[in-house]
């Protein structure tokens, strides 16, 4: 049983991204407004912390994945000034944040994100969405995937591959 108290402050629809064995964080969320807060969870401890470092702007139902030891990243979401589409990463050996240059091809929320660790990140569908992008993590460049869905996934998981670690 987890003996920490995970408070986001009633925050829904935040994303995560995991580093290995170190340490969960979630991205984002609502408590009656949007935050831009990152809330870390150091699974050896069961301590919760929230971030110094935040999102670009207060962000929901955005998409969550994680180069584990290297970086997290989160996508898209609602913003304060609307669905986006930008990638802020979250470097784990600094817990700092950095909005990339690439963007995904479309802006949207609601969809899913997977990652193959140290290799790229995907970021899939979404509220009337059916593009697949692909975030290559040794370059932090973006594509768009040649096939999307082959229908709509609204608030659809995600996995990741880490076969390699």
Do not use: H, P
Request: glycine share 16%; aromatic share 10%.
């Amino acid at each position: 049983t987890l003996s920490a108290v995970i408070t986001f402050g009633g925050y829904t629809s935040a994303e995560g991204a995991s580093n290995g064995s170190t340490a969960g964080y979630w991205g984002g969320g609502s408590a009656g407004g949007k935050t831009d807060d990152i809330t870390k969870l150091t699974f050896s401890t069961e301590a919760t912390s929230v971030l110094s470092a935040g999102l670009w702007e207060g962000l929901q139902f955005v998409y969550g994945m994680s180069n584990s030891g290297v970086a997290g990243y989160f996508a898209g979401g609602a913003g304060v000034s609307g669905v986006t589409n930008k990638y802020d990463k979250l470097t784990y050996s600094t817990e700092a944040t950095a909005t990339l240059a690439a963007t995904m091809s479309s802006s949207r929320y609601e969809g899913g994100a997977m990652a193959d660790s140290g290799v790229a990140g995907y970021v899939m569908g979404g509220y009337s969405e059916t593009t697949c992008d692909k975030l290559d993590f040794s370059t932090d460049t973006n594509s768009a995937l040649a096939e999307g869905l082959s229908v709509n996934r609204q608030r659809s998981g995600g996995y990741a591959n880490c076969e390699s670690l």
